[in-house]
């Protein structure tokens, strides 16, 4: 069975820092990868998506991931962080349908 | 177009009691899926149906069970509830093509007493 492991739980940064969270899933064949982001008191939303192609995927907000295959992660990044992009995040695999397999998240606190 | 919706937003129900929560996907949105969300345990997949037809389960007890009908709205039930099965339930649709995107709903908030 797959799996994804998010390498923090909470991270703390100022704004204007660079944000990197870190994802690596366990699994052998082809996978369609995924960051969700929970703002507080609202639900899940798809932040950006790679099925094929350019590993560099671009997503709302400034937020953009690398596919790394050789190394089964897709890292989320982001230049600068606002105080607005606290919230939750959520790495997640897909490899059959409509079943997804999701990391345990990552809370990010950005201070003003 | 309409985001996904579930109904109720909140229940409060008793060890014992059974439930059912509702989800109506995206218009056009053929698969539905249900994940339980819960602080220790992350976000776990019940279960997906597809054109009224449950095509993938997860690591669930059978007092947790699902379908969907005609239109794609989808219910879930919980029977002999348990403390345990207090979390928010989420329901997520997708069209069903080959890149599984899906969008979720707001989900249900159970608590059971």
């Known amino acids: 069975a797959q799996s994804v492991s998010q390498h923090n739980h909470h991270v703390i940064l100022s704004e204007a820092a660079s944000l990197e969270l870190g994802c690596n899933y366990s699994?052998?064949?082809?996978?369609?990868l995924f960051w969700y982001v929970q703002y507080p008191g609202q639900h899940l939303q798809l932040l950006l998506k790679y099925f094929s192609g350019d590993p560099l995927v671009k997503g709302i907000k400034g937020f953009e991931a690398e596919f790394i295959k050789s190394k089964f992660s897709f890292n989320l990044r982001k230049p600068s962080v606002q105080w607005s992009d606290t919230a939750e995040y959520f790495c997640?695999?897909?490899?059959?349908?409509?079943?997804?397999?999701f990391g345990d998240g990552t809370t990010l606190t950005v201070k003003p | 177009k309409a985001g996904v919706t579930q109904t109720p937003r909140y229940l409060i129900k008793t060890r014992g009691q059974q439930v059912t929560l509702s989800c109506s996907p995206i218009?056009?949105?053929?698969?539905v899926s249900w994940y339980q969300q819960t602080p220790g345990q992350g976000l776990q997949f019940l279960f997906e149906?597809?054109?009224?037809?449950?095509?993938n389960k997860g690591n669930f007890p059978g007092r947790f069970s699902g379908r969907q009908f005609s239109n794609s709205r989808s219910e879930m039930n919980v029977s002999t509830l348990e403390l345990g099965d207090s979390a928010l339930y989420l329901c997520?649709?997708?069209?069903?093509?080959?890149?599984?995107?899906?969008?979720f709903g707001p989900g249900t908030r159970l608590t059971v007493t």
């Open positions: 699994y052998g064949g082809t996978v369609n």
């Open positions: 218009s056009g949105h053929r698969s």
């Open positions: 997520a649709s997708t069209w069903g093509g080959a890149t599984y995107e899906q969008y």
């Open positions: 997640a695999v897909n490899t059959n349908a409509g079943k997804s397999t």
């Open positions: 149906y597809f054109s009224e037809t449950q095509r």
